[in-house]
């Protein structure tokens, strides 16, 4: 059974390691959902949060074959329950759409938006939320007229304690070692 996985992969900050990390995947046809990368905690460890729609015994593989990569340090793997994750989006909409009363303003206020900037032409909406509240607002927008619309990848931190942190301690010999299997 399938069902959607984030994976975090923990990194040095080296040219081409995106090409290496993105090849696991597309080795194995598999589509990313989302990519986000960021710098850490961690000085000098850059952060990738990748989502992926596998069964769990594919998302094992792909850890264990992300963690063979030379610059990767850990990786791990969450479901949707040991996260706590969120997505911004972008809507650009016709100023003319302010024009039809307030539904537009009801739109935004039904969807905890906001606006971040009025300009003659268009004005700009952000939506901080997770992928069907975006989706949701852009229908509700696309009704009225919609120039752009993006939405970044998923950010997300992890509920248990960070694995990292605790895995680096018993490299040095601090804590107890740590799989980068997932517990369940």
């Given at each position: 059974m399938t069902k959607e996985f984030t994976i975090t992969v923990y990194t040095e900050h080296k040219t081409g390691l995106l090409t290496r990390v993105v090849s696991v995947f597309t080795r194995r046809h598999l589509n990313i959902e989302s990519l986000t990368v960021s710098e850490s905690s961690i000085k000098g460890i850059h952060r990738f949060i990748i989502v992926v729609v596998v069964a769990e015994e594919m998302v094992r593989k792909l850890v264990a074959q992300l963690?063979?990569?030379?610059?990767?340090?850990?990786?791990?793997?969450?479901?949707?329950?040991?996260?706590?994750?969120?997505?911004?989006?972008?809507?650009?909409?016709?100023?003319?759409?302010?024009?039809?009363?307030?539904?537009?303003?009801?739109?935004?206020?039904?969807?905890?938006?906001?606006?971040?900037?009025?300009?003659?032409?268009?004005?700009?909406?952000?939506k901080t939320g997770h992928a069907h509240e975006t989706k949701a607002l852009l229908e509700a927008l696309e009704k009225i007229g919609i120039y752009e619309f993006v939405r970044s990848g998923r950010v997300a931190v992890v509920k248990p304690m960070e694995r990292l942190n605790t895995y680096l301690k018993s490299l040095d010999g601090r804590a107890p070692s740590e799989s980068g299997q997932h517990p369940h």
């Open positions: 963690e063979k990569q030379i610059d990767v340090i850990k990786a791990f793997y969450y479901d949707n329950e040991e996260i706590i994750y969120q997505e911004i989006a972008l809507y650009k909409v016709p100023t003319e759409a302010f024009n039809q009363g307030n539904k537009v303003e009801q739109i935004i206020r039904a969807h905890n938006a906001r606006i971040l900037e009025i300009e003659a032409e268009y004005i700009v909406i952000e």
